[in-house]
């Protein structure tokens, strides 16, 4: 069974920066595109990242374009997603989700179960 | 950037009866288009993608339609499982892919 499990939340200050990592399993990862999701508290489904299963391609909502950096690492299974310049609007659970395809230009088919990012002084 | 809007926001409907849930797409999507569920405190779940073609596991009561930029969630005999938030989205052309604002269905 396919599974994704996201961790690095935390609580940090206006300004900084934090890495998020999620961990895949039960499926060839290297083969698929991923993506980030977030949704802050009470709100919706926010777009936030994507990135390519060869890690070639990448892409970004405009409200994190330029503070944040999707990567991969195929030979650990695992996403990650560079937080900066990280602002009050920024707080919000962020999951991952695996791709249909490699190209990370199709629907989410496997969700995490998300890891929450809290942004306060 | 491609808008989703959905509509309702709130729906009130009994178990057992049909609840209709919409999607409008600001330009065309094709068939590019998933709606998720999502229970609180849970991840969301794939229900419907390619407009109409459900996700493996998914009830047949759960369809999915379009009409252009017009898309239709229908759940035909609402179960008590089914009262969460459900939520569009397209993927049309390449990421960042828009959602909807979300339908909360809620028990009348």
């Excluded at chain 1, 083969?31 to 777009?47: I, N």
């Excluded at chain 1, 195929?74 to 395809?101: F, Q």
């Excluded at chain 2, 047949?60 to 008590?80: D, H, K, N, P, Y």
């Amino acid at each position: 069974e396919a599974q994704l499990v996201e961790s690095g939340g935390g609580l940090v200050q206006p300004g900084g920066s934090l890495r998020l990592s999620c961990v895949a399993s039960g499926f060839t990862f290297s083969s698929y595109g991923m993506h980030w999701v977030r949704q802050a508290p009470g709100k919706g489904l926010e777009y936030v990242s994507a990135i390519s299963s060869n890690g070639g391609s990448t892409y970004y909502a405009n409200s994190v374009k330029g503070r944040f950096t999707i990567s991969r690492d195929n030979t650990k299974k695992t996403l990650y997603l560079e937080m900066g310049s990280l602002r009050a609007d920024d707080l919000a659970v962020y999951y991952c989700a695996k791709d249909l395809t490699g190209n990370a230009n199709y629907y989410m088919d496997v969700w995490g179960k998300g890891t929450t990012v809290t942004v306060s002084s | 950037e491609i808008v989703m809007t959905q509509s309702p926001a709130t729906l009130s409907v009994s178990p057992g009866e049909r609840a209709t849930l919409s999607c409008r797409a600001s330009q065309s999507v094709g068939s590019n288009l998933a709606w998720y569920q999502q229970k609180p405190g849970q991840a969301p779940r794939l229900l419907i993608y390619g407009a109409s073609t459900r996700a493996t596991g998914i009830p047949a009561r759960f369809s999915g339609s379009a009409s252009g930029t017009e898309f239709t969630l229908i759940i035909s005999s609402l179960q008590s499982e089914d009262f969460a938030v459900y939520y569009c989205q397209h993927y049309n052309g390449w990421p960042p892919y828009s959602f909807g604002q979300g339908t909360k269905l809620e028990i009348k």
